[in-house]
Each structure stands twice: as structure tokens, then as C-alpha cells.
């Protein structure tokens, strides 16, 4: 009975990794398979067999933190970090439904060039979690996704344009036009979304890491400290 009314904690950051470890391998799937006739039904099987793991995850974080005494960090910076990753997994496997829906001719270089940016955000998005579970500055990962987060826009921007340009001579063409537009648009909630984690999760690394270093400088200066 006694050990029940001791604090206890809950392994948070192993479920951040869990989260980001669905996240690369769902971008990764869909990198890989984002071409006509290569991105077949187990592809879309593994997508939502992966989202509902997630899930599972993120329930397991929300009980956790109505049972636990003692975080690692602040239950809002917990409980907004999880949301967050959880929310581009939702998208992700969205996303992965709606390519394997669709017909489409030929895959257009911008669409599958920001799938393969979001693997790389993914993975950055990992050593950020290492960042804040060590309290250190994310100088290089944080500088990663911002040069991503642009190339994406970039990305984006070339991409509607091209489908403003083309030229419809047949229905064929007016239907790849219409699927690309929703495809697009798809892709940019997904990557709304990975830019909202990113920048939770900066806030939070930036937070704790600035909170680390005070102590240490604060511990530095007592050192020199002499009482008469």
C-alpha cells in the first residue's frame, strides 16, 4: 500500500522515440512506394496498421499522465509534443490512402520530392527529441528543418504552377489535373502539420536547454564563492 502512494514516472521520452520511429517508417513508405503501380495494397495495409499503433501510443501517454506524479518535463510541453506527432501520423496515413485511391499517370517530381523532404523532417524530428531529453541546444537539426520547411514551399509553389500551366486538350488531362490539385492540397495539410511539431518541439528543446544552461553557469559561479 505504502509503495502505491510513492511519486512515480512513466518512460515519456521512449514513447516520443515510438512516435518518431512510426513517423520515419510511415515517410519512408511512402517515399519509397510513390510511383504508379509500385505502391500496392500491403503498402496501405501497413500505413494504417502503423496509425492505429500510434494511436494506441498516444493513449497510453494521456492515461499516463493523468497516473503519474514526477515528469521529465512539463505535462502541457508532454501532452502537446505527443499531440503533435500524432496529428502528422493521422495525416500521414491519410495522405497514403488518397495515393493509393487515386489513378494518376505519372508522379510529378515536386509531390514526390516533399514526401522525401518529410522523411528528412522526420528523422530531424528525432534528434530534436534527443536534444530536449538531454537538455542540450538543437542548433543543427532545428537549421535542417527550417532549410526543409522551405525547399517544401518551394516545393509546392512549383508544383501548382505546373498544373496552372499545362495545357487541357482531352478529359483525361482535366481528371490528373483535378486529382494533383487534391493531392497537393493533401500534401500541404501534411506538411502544416509536420511545421506545427517542428516548432512545438523547438520551443520545448529551446526551453529546457536554455533552463540547463543557467543551472550550470549558476553552479560555475558559486564555485568561486568564499564565506568569511
Request: one cysteine or more.
Amino acid at each position: 500500500m505504502f509503495a502505491r502512494l510513492l511519486p512515480r514516472s512513466a518512460p515519456y521520452f521512449e514513447y516520443f522515440a515510438r512516435q518518431n520511429s512510426i513517423l520515419q517508417k510511415m515517410t519512408s513508405l511512402l517515399s519509397n512506394e510513390l510511383s504508379p503501380g509500385k505502391y500496392m495494397e500491403n503498402n496501405v495495409r501497413e500505413l494504417t496498421r502503423l496509425e492505429a499503433e500510434a494511436d494506441e501510443l498516444q493513449h497510453t501517454i494521456i492515461h499516463e499522465l493523468s497516473q503519474t506524479f514526477i515528469t521529465p518535463i512539463d505535462r502541457e510541453d508532454i501532452y502537446a509534443i505527443s499531440t503533435a506527432q500524432e496529428r502528422a501520423i493521422d495525416s500521414l496515413n491519410s495522405l497514403g490512402t488518397r495515393f493509393y485511391l487515386f489513378s494518376f499517370v505519372h508522379v510529378r517530381f515536386p509531390a514526390k520530392k516533399c514526401v522525401e523532404d518529410m522523411y528528412q523532417i522526420a528523422r530531424a524530428v528525432g534528434e530534436m527529441l534527443d536534444c530536449l531529453k538531454e537538455k542540450r541546444p538543437p542548433s543543427e537539426p532545428v537549421a535542417r528543418v527550417h532549410s526543409l520547411k522551405e525547399n517544401c514551399e518551394m516545393l509546392l509553389g512549383v508544383g501548382l504552377g505546373e498544373l496552372q500551366d499545362t495545357e487541357v486538350t482531352s478529359f483525361e488531362q482535366v481528371k490528373q489535373l483535378m486529382v494533383w490539385t487534391q493531392l497537393y492540397e493533401r500534401i500541404e495539410q501534411t506538411l502544416l502539420l509536420f511545421s506545427e511539431l517542428t516548432d512545438t518541439l523547438e520551443q520545448a528543446v529551446l526551453k529546457y536547454a536554455s533552463s540547463a544552461a543557467f543551472a550550470r553557469s549558476h553552479r560555475r559561479g558559486c564555485v568561486g564563492v568564499r564565506f568569511h
